[in-house]
């Protein structure tokens, strides 16, 4: 068993020790005595006070402290008196011999050490005074002593009111940045009782109306339209309205859900293709959640797919009318958010024709549903039916037939026709079109991402407390164990931490970046990394929930956890707004492509002259010394990871390039060509990920100011970078980029890491800053009773 | 995109073509163009039956069968059809040049391979008429032939109505053994409508009522009883009672769940911890369902260390009675089933205490309500509460306070006292029963295991149906593709079901072995099985099913899909009947001590003795050549794969003993040793499991007699134990088992095995033989409509 107690940096044994103090250095022993468990009666508690008031080598302040430390009706608090066991501990680990030590010598060696009378020792009169004392209280100050080398850590809730080494605010600071205070209003918001979470047997009905209810007040609160211009009462930061998202998502997920398809998807699809009419028109009550409206785009056979969506938008030009019509009825529109129930209009997303010929899919303004709540004439609507989890949302299925709107409610910002019929559009490459058209899904990757990182350490949160609580096994005749002590419990959870901490950094970092691209700016490379950044974050919700639960046991099974409910509900984040493979595939054809264009688009020798860019490029070789080395300092390096995940990504991007070269020289047809490599090309895209997150964290680490902070997010970050490399060191081993021992040295430096991370473990996952209310957990409530 | 009908051996192409129909072959081409979509119309079908009608070189039988073809108002079956396609291409393919042959020669050809006219072909005037009629019906035969050749692979509805390779049946037998009567039976039963799914938003109360109504009639039919002695209305048979509860499985969770509760556990504490007249008296009643009851073990606080479970028996001498009770409100019984609603008894574990001093953990027949369903006086029940899954049972609370039951409500066959208060025991030491009466566990252990896995097949029947099914994506101006011929989703589904099939074989053996224990034999090595298979399946399903809904994209996220509700309710499966982290450390330690004990209970020294017989163990060096072989006969060798597994587990053995003798060499504590090396021990635990599933599954390839199942077998183990050492390829690559070549050239092989078995994976899936009601997925069922 780790000591729970042991600093995070050995070498700071050999300094002063912080936490004594001074003047009371003598009497430390006896205080400790006092308080400790079961060792005295209150009557010889007020013995100890009255001699020690009497004791007049003490100074008069440090007697009136003292005396407070002993009034038997009032006894310190647990983080003083943890403060004195460590101290002692501390000092007790530097005594030449604590062999037959007893109380009286040991507060004279303490003294000696806070440097009180030059190490000379405290005056002889209080020696005497202290063994009289040690006598009369009859305790065996030996076997105090002995003990409190020995003694088990305090107990987790004990342990977390004393001081950490760093402050957990200051921590969270540096997660919440750059929208702290938005992030705080959100919490403050939904603490409110308001927001309380439904009984677990709520009916789907009532739960939509809660839900309904939620958004709608988020919607007066101004928190929908943060995205939106200033006219329509938000900020104009995307970013911002990121955060906030992020931010609900550690509370219910059919509320984040909701609020994405109001304000994002339906919202931002009129924010970013409506021309200025129709967003003046519509954004202020949609930003309000008084409009209330979906985004119509998937398919029943086309989820992923949606280039090839069937749903025609036809030009009537007599009328001067769009006709929009479901060509069979297989074709309808599925899993339409806001569409069951409470949608009064949507952008439906369909194939532009012109007098038969098509100009590719585009978003028209249809209404769903008239003033009373009516379906309107030609639109049929289905519920989607009950789900997983997400039952607080009304998806629903959509078919059109001969549903006429207004030529104008064609979206207008990159497309626009003539009531003659002639299409005209900025962007003239009805490829390029899409890609724009599909861009304005970037923003909801971020923020789904950001949403299930949110999920994933609400369930870290729940299960890092409950394991820093729950006792079960332990040493034949002592005490049962915590469970966050053993090793195999802190290698299911503390890498998973460590990760939530990575995707943290790096997501802010994107939601940052891409808030700050202009108009015409090239989005490749964002639209990359939030393809890549959004797979990585929602497996790592569904893999850090799993582990959350199995980590407690049965009572993460109980409802009443609240990691099920978030389980559940999550667990879809891998599917939508992009399904996690098929963005995987689109983020390694991006790489080889250097994001220059969609490989659909090229033709064979288009794409070959890439591929051959690609394969072309030598990677040096590797130096033999570094494969061989097993040194900490080396295996901690941020350097080091840094290489390895750049070298792994460089590699794997060669090595598919020069694959699917060979195949297309022979005359392969290009896609059954990307279809034989596809594992390859998804561990280039994980690669990817991975490699970007660590580039955020190793940056994060580096901005901190605060030496003990940053020595925490050091060895969080190298607990991230070192298990990810364990993990795959299969592949680290057959490219030769490390040999056996080092293989194995890592894995020790994991488990070294773990160790060195426990005693901080709750702190890390209290700096996610998720409220109680929100959390929503029995179990994980910050301020949870103690164990008995 | 691999061949999906190129034979599973490549060796067959030399055999004879078994599916040749003899007299027919010459003309097979006609029958093939009459019925090739839109090739000839009606009335030219018509003209090719009356033509052949009058080659009277063909045998009289010969022409009324194709006569029979031919109608044009009655097409052939689809199985009949994709029979003469089949041999058709496997015949081309043999043509020394396909180049040029028309269809008179591919019939001349076709008639030479059936072995007609000593391959001498067929008369000239044969062969003239073959000619006349091509040309009558004017296709070029020459495009048919090389159409034939490069066509596309039928839909898959159409495969799959074709016939195997393989009788579908066949190998439903083999998985099905040696219980396949039983395992009808259930089938049969739980397609009533009796057993229909209850609507999702069910309330908890309604479905507990219905779950109780199935458990009821399961007992009626006397399905409950199976495992016990025919005077209770069974067959005696544990493994029997294990094949039903599997079978059930495949059905709604809940109902398996309370029917383990009630026959397995509450039944089992009777039938195997009570004496005689104890057994006589209850189990019949509990066997029909008549008399419900709990097994109150888990505490609060004491979920996996039952050792020290703190309810109290205490002997009460002038009453003759025992007092039980509960000591602090924190250590009620927690989850016990059948308790919060339907329970009348319980079989209650509690320390036994007489006069002061503890006998350890024992069963106490305790009456939980009265006849009314009031619950007995100094006993208190609170639900459990609302659950992640299995709502359908009544998990609950119990508190004990002063509660009487009489002397001999003591489970008396490991146990009693006299009226004066004396304790016996036919097993003296107190670690010694506390085994066996655990022992009581193994049962369920092997039964839930089989149960998580059939909750895996389920799940993966559903993904690969629905994924060869399902488009996605296609080549440029080409159709859609079916996913399942994605490498990528070959790779997430089949791995997982070659896992399925070797769980299935080694639990079933294991099943027949726990049932083989006589009395008195050394149980611990099936107990150290039932722990790793247990872990290893019930790990199994969550990932399965995880990635089963993962692989339906949205589809899977609907609650009609029955993905959801297997995922949910199967998740606990990890923690209950013993959390797999724990199951694993004591199959470790086993492993360790040789079974002979556990380290607990063994002092310093006796550890220390077993410790070094295992360390002292000398591992050979590996052949440096089979380190380097890249062979693909070497690679799907059997016998390499057993190697690797064996030599892997054996290696983790030795080195974990060498690192534990080393701590307590030194000194350490051996449970603070025991921790430092955990994950070393978890690893040794998986690799354990795993080499268990190989042996059996090798095992059960090597008895199956029909040669084309037994390839299609033979390859779906490869599968399995390759796949497994490619997720491990990290350690192999540390140990020099083998070399970064032979690494990759392992993934190169499991995907060839993925194209080799995709074109039989949804046979592989239906021989699971889930039956349409139970399996209850809309997307999932076997009867589904073909794809629009």
New interface residues.
């Given amino acids: ?1 780790p000591d729970t107690t042991a600093p995070l940096d050995s070498s700071t044994d050999r300094e002063p020790l912080a936490d004594l103090p001074g003047g009371v250095a003598p009497v430390l022993p006896f205080l400790y005595v006092a308080w400790a468990d079961g060792m005295l009666t209150p009557a010889e508690i007020g013995v100890v006070r009255d001699r020690i008031a009497a004791m007049d080598w003490l100074s008069e302040r440090d007697r009136a402290q003292i005396a407070a430390w002993l009034d038997p009706s009032a006894p310190p608090d647990a983080s003083t008196y943890f403060g004195w066991v460590r101290t002692m501990r501390q000092a007790a680990r530097r005594l030449p011999s604590a062999e037959g030590a007893d109380l009286a010598g040991l507060g004279e060696a303490l003294a000696g050490l806070a440097g009180q009378g030059d190490g000379a020792g405290i005056p002889a009169e209080a020696r005497r005074a202290l063994e009289e004392l040690e006598a009369e209280i009859g305790v065996v100050g030996e076997e105090v002593v002995r003990d409190l080398l020995e003694a088990p850590a305090p107990p987790e809730e004990e342990r977390r009111a004393a001081r950490p080494a760093f402050s957990v605010g200051a921590l969270q600071s540096l997660l919440d940045a750059p929208h702290a205070e938005t992030r705080d209003r959100i919490r403050d918001l939904l603490s409110d009782p308001f927001f309380a979470y439904p009984e ?2 709520i ?2 009905d009532a739960y939509r109306t809660l839900i309904l209810q939620w958004v709608q007040r988020l919607g007066e609160e101004g928190i929908g339209s943060l995205a939106y211009p200033e006219w329509a009462g938000g900020t104009g930061d995307i970013s911002r309205f990121i955060a906030a998202f992020e931010t609900l998502a550690t509370h219910d997920l059919s509320l984040v859900v909701k609020f994405g398809v109001q304000f994002g998807l339906w919202g931002g699809s009129v924010q970013q293709l409506g021309n200025e009419e129709q967003r003046r028109e519509l954004l202020p009550a949609i930003g309000r959640g008084e409009l209330l409206g979906a985004f119509a785009m ?1 398919e029943r ?5 949606v280039r ?1 969506l069937q749903t025609t938008a036809t030009f009537d030009r007599e009328a001067d009318e769009w006709v929009i019509d479901t060509p ?1 009825d ?1 074709d309808h529109k ?2 339409i958010g806001n569409a069951a129930r409470d949608g009064r209009m949507a952008t439906v997303f369909a194939q532009l024709v012109i007098d038969g010929e098509g100009h590719g899919v585009h978003g028209f303004l249809v209404p769903l549903r008239d003033e009373g709540g009516a379906v309107m004439p030609g639109i049929r609507i289905e519920d ?6 997400l039952n607080g949302v009304d998806n629903g299925r959509v078919w059109f037939s001969d549903v006429r709107v207004p030529r104008t409610a064609l979206l207008g910002r990159y497309a626009s026709v003539s009531p003659e019929g002639v299409y005209s559009s900025p962007i003239p490459s009805a490829g390029k079109r899409f890609f724009v058209m599909l861009g304005t899904l970037v923003g909801g990757r971020i923020a789904v991402g950001a949403a299930a990182n949110s999920a994933a350490k609400a369930g870290l949160t729940v299960a890092v407390r409950y394991g820093a609580r729950r ?6 005749g ?1 005490p ?2 915590v469970v966050l ?4 419990h802190q ?1 299911r959870l503390l890498p998973l931490v460590a990760t939530s901490y990575g995707l943290n950094f790096a997501l802010h970092a994107l939601a940052e970046d891409f808030a700050a691209l202009d108009a015409d700016a090239d989005t490749r490379e964002v639209e990359g990394r939030a393809a890549a950044l959004k797979s990585m974050a929602s497996w790592h919700a ?1 893999r850090a929930l ?1 582990e959350a ?2 980590a407690c ?2 009572e ?5 956890a609240r ?2 409910h978030r ?2 509900d999550s ?2 984040f ?3 707004e992009g ?3 098929v963005l995987q ?1 689109q983020v390694a054809k991006g790489l080889l492509g250097g994001y220059r264009q969609e490989f ?1 688009d090229l033709n064979a020798w288009g794409m070959l002259r890439y591929l051959r860019e690609q394969a072309d490029v030598r990677l040096g070789e590797v130096n033999p010394l570094a494969r061989r080395n097993t040194d900490e300092a080396h295996l901690l390096d941020p350097a080091w990871h840094r290489t390895l995940f750049e070298r792994r990504e460089r590699t794997l991007l060669v090595q598919v390039a020069a694959r699917l070269k060979g195949r297309i020289d022979r005359g392969d ?4 060509a990307f ?2 490599v ?2 390859h090309l ?1 561990t280039l895209a994980r690669a990817n990920a991975e490699r970007l997150v660590l580039e955020a964290f190793q940056d994060a680490v580096e901005r901190v100011e605060d030496a003990q902070l940053q020595n925490t997010l050091r060895l969080t970050c190298a607990l991230y970078a070192l298990e990810h490399v ?1 993990r ?3 592949w680290f ?4 980029l490390f040999d ?1 021992p080092v ?2 040295a890592i ?1 020790t430096q994991v ?1 070294a890491l773990l160790g060195r991370l426990r005693p901080v473990a709750v702190e890390l996952v209290d700096a996610f800053g998720i409220p109680d209310e929100l959390l929503g957990s029995e179990i994980g409530a910050g301020r949870m009773p103690l164990d ?1």
């Fill in positions: 068993m677990p047997g009916s789907n998937s056979g086309h989820g992923s797919n090839d069979t297989h599925e899993w989607s039916g009950h789900k997983m989890g006792r079960q096994f332990g040493p034949a002592g049962e164990v002590d053993y090793l195999s290698r569904t799993q639960r199995e046991g049965g993460g099974f109980r409802w009443s990691i099920a389980k559940a667990d879809i891998t599917t939508f399904d996690n493979t595939l659909e047809d290009s896609f059954d279809v034989e596809q594992d998804l364990e795959d060191r299969g081993l057959e490219q030769n056996g293989s194995k894995r488990n008995p």
